[in-house]
């Protein structure tokens, strides 16, 4: 795992270091914070994205295969799964972000 500084850079810069790395999976902690990260959740920068649950909803991006949550923080997964456009998968216990 290595970290990309990507501050200071246009939407093609960001979007170029990123493919670059040839990533298998890319994490976005959430969409929708930042202008950057929504548009670049467009792109299939890895064979693999996951959204976690920053903003707790899906994204509704068909780029973004997987939607990561926690039992304790998400209705039962039947249910929940047809609110998701991503594949949901719940993690044991409570969330560790803040």
Do not use: C
Not at 28 to 56: N, V
Request: charged share 15%; aromatic share 10%.
């Amino acid at each position: 795992s290595r970290e990309v500084a990507l501050q200071g850079m246009s939407l093609a810069q960001m979007h170029k270091a990123i493919a670059d790395e040839q990533l298998d999976v890319l994490v976005y902690p959430e969409i929708g914070l930042d202008p950057a990260s929504y548009a670049l959740a467009f792109a299939r920068l890895a064979p693999w994205q996951l959204l976690m649950h920053g903003h707790a909803g899906s994204a509704g991006i068909p780029t973004l295969d997987y939607f990561i949550s926690y039992q304790s923080f998400a209705e039962p997964r039947m249910s929940a799964q047809s609110r998701y456009s991503e594949r949901l998968v719940m993690l044991p216990g409570h969330t560790p972000l803040p």
